[in-house]
């Protein structure tokens, strides 16, 4: 029994996608470029795909799992199941005017022509608000749509905002925030499941790992109280006597949030020659 895992064939998903299975231990065998490869050292098969068509495959049993991202699995509505969010590939699906427009909420909207790929999920937030207005669905380059007078208001996908600045247009209203998620086909089989379960052990240490630093210092013994109270570590921060009498070695692993925060207050209390080292795999 192999597990088959639905990636984009090419796009914004794909590098991070290959990255992550390799990060996890996972090698690919033969080249990206065909519609197909299998891992030589775990059980999976990977098909490359189109990001639109991932969660119909995935609904359709032809895939197993997919990675996607979250504004396509929602704007398709197929029968699949969000099993885990990936953290790369994040966006925001957003609405976006004329930059000399003056938005003033959702009520802005009313009777304008709205140009989007996103359809679906642009009707949702219409109805929700109980706003009328007009969508024309285009696959790409929604950006240009107000330039050639084909719509006022676009809603499309944002990541830096350079891409709107470029075509003179600004960012007015969020509707949906984004990033690229497992999804998994409803009533997947035991067997799946359990390969499915050690990939996902496998990406939840990797991204643990990425959180997390492993921090080295030198302390004077007389502040060790203190500076340990600042490094919570997994269990509690190892400490090891140093050569010069009266200082120790403090290790212990923090997280990427309250990093420099921590670092601060652990120069504050009079730690040195503080070494700060990557994390490769970070199991629990
Ligand atoms: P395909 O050929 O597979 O249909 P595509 O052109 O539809 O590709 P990409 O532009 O490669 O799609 O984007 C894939 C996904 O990357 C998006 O659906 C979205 O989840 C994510 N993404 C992240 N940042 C952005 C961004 N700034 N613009 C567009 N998509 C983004
Ligand atoms: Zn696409």
């Known amino acids: 029994m192999r597990l088959k895992l639905a990636i984009q064939k090419s796009g914004r998903l794909h590098d991070d996608s290959m990255k992550l299975l390799k990060e996890s231990g996972i090698d690919i065998g033969n080249g990206v470029n065909k519609l197909k490869a299998d891992a030589t050292n775990f059980p999976l098969d990977l098909f490359f795909l189109r990001d639109d068509d991932i969660p119909q495959y995935v609904e359709d049993g032809v ?3 997919g990675f996607v991202g979250e504004n396509v699995v929602y704007e398709k509505a197929k029968k699949v199941e969000v099993a885990y969010e990936l953290g790369f590939g994040k966006c925001r699906l957003s609405f976006a005017v004329n930059k000399n427009e003056s ?6 909207l009313a009777g304008k022509k709205i140009a ?8 949702n937030y219409l109805n929700k608000n109980n706003i009328k207005a ?4 285009i696959s790409g380059s929604v950006e240009i749509a107000p330039g050639i007078g084909l719509a006022d208001v676009v809603c499309d996908l944002v990541s830096s905002g350079s891409t709107l600045f470029m075509n003179g247009l600004k960012e007015a209203e969020t509707i949906l925030h984004s990033q690229a998620v497992l999804i ?3 009533g997947l089989d035991k067997e799946a499941a359990q390969i499915l379960e050690r990939l996902l052990f496998r990406i ?3 991204k643990k790992a990425k ?3 492993y921090v080295l210092l030198n302390a004077p013994n007389a502040n060790l109280d203190k500076i340990i109270s600042l490094l919570p570590g997994m269990k509690s921060p190892t400490v090891v006597a140093l050569a010069t009498p009266g200082w120790s070695s403090v290790h212990s692993v923090i997280d ?3 990093f420099w925060e921590i670092i601060e207050q652990l120069k504050l209390a009079g730690a040195e020659g503080i070494l700060v080292v990557p994390i490769e795999k970070m199991i629990l």
Request: hydrophobic content about 30%; charged content about 30%; overall charge negative.
């Open 63 to 65: 895939a197993d799992i």
């Open 103 to 108: 938005f003033t909420g959702s009520s802005f």
């Open 116 to 123: 989007t790929s996103y359809p679906v999920l642009v009707q």
């Open 134 to 137: 007009e969508i024309h669905e």
């Open 184 to 186: 998994k086909k409803a």
């Open 204 to 206: 939840e240490s990797v």
């Open 211 to 213: 959180r997390n630093k």
């Open 256 to 258: 990427e949030s309250d």
